[in-house]
């Protein structure tokens, strides 16, 4: 069994000037559409992003990261309904897709087709780097990219050969903290301690305690990178959207 391309692979947030050719990007998008789907409808689309004036106009969407106007592609892939639909219509069936159970059967579509692009791009020397502000801001990131009714932008990724050859590895919790046999067993208080022991022994993790004034790590996550007030505020900008784009 061999698992190093796995236990190996790192987030990539630096890109060399190597451009990506259009022909092997549409073969590895391609190639990952062959990923499983709900029922075969394949709900998803992605858009392709490489001129520079349009990452400017993406670029606030994401709050100024520098990898959506750095990188030399930036993907927006959405779950997408629209398409089905207007399909179904025209071969005279009655749609009735605008639920939750329809959106998440998409978000999954997409969640599942993205990350098979990123797992073919990686392994093919590219490097990516998911951006988690895509739900922060979908109304503003429909509004760059023109998307249509039943349309949501899920998951955006950029994509280029990295920058340098080392990349900076994320721990991960281990097995005992995330598989459970059979039923699920909840952890007790010193058995989350020992799963996050040693996530929370990092220089780089108790570097950001420092940082942030913090007492410990959790702090820095409930506080500072993802609190209540801000939770809510990007939930219901979410959920406005939603209902614009005919869900919920």
């Known amino acids: ?22 022909s092997d990007l549409n073969e590895m998008i391609e190639a990952a559409s062959h990923a499983p789907t709900t029922g075969g409808m394949q709900l998803y689309s992605v858009v392709i992003t490489r001129d520079k004036a ?61 990350q098979q692009f990123n797992t073919i791009a990686e392994m093919n020397g590219m490097g990516c780097c998911y951006i988690g ?13 023109n998307l249509p009714k039943r349309v949501i932008p899920i998951i955006t990724l950029t994509v280029g050969y990295p920058k340098q050859d080392e990349q900076f590895k994320t721990d991960r919790l281990p097995l005992q903290g995330i598989v459970h046999n059979e039923q699920y067993h909840e952890l007790n208080a010193n058995e989350i301690k020992d799963v996050y022991s ?47 784009q005919d869900y919920l």
């Open 133 to 145: 502000t895509t739900t922060y801001n979908p109304a503003e990131i429909a509004a760059v990219l």
């Open 1 to 22: 069994m061999d698992l190093k391309y796995f236990f190996n692979r790192a987030t990539v947030r630096e890109y060399s000037n190597r451009d990506i050719q259009s």
């Open 54 to 114: 349009m990452k400017e106009k993406l670029s606030p969407c994401h709050f100024g990261q520098p990898m959506i106007t750095t990188a030399p592609v930036v993907l927006t892939f959405c779950a997408d309904f629209n398409r089905f639909v207007n399909w179904c219509k025209a071969s005279n069936a009655q749609p009735g897709y605008d639920n939750l159970q329809s959106l998440m059967s998409a978000i999954l579509d997409v969640t599942i087709f993205a």
């Open 198 to 244: 040693h996530k929370e022994s990092l220089e780089v993790n108790n570097g950001f305690v420092k940082e942030n004034n913090k007492e410990t790590l959790a702090q820095v996550f409930t506080d500072v990178r993802y609190p209540k007030d801000t939770n809510e505020l990007f939930s219901d900008k979410l959920i406005k959207f939603l209902k614009e």
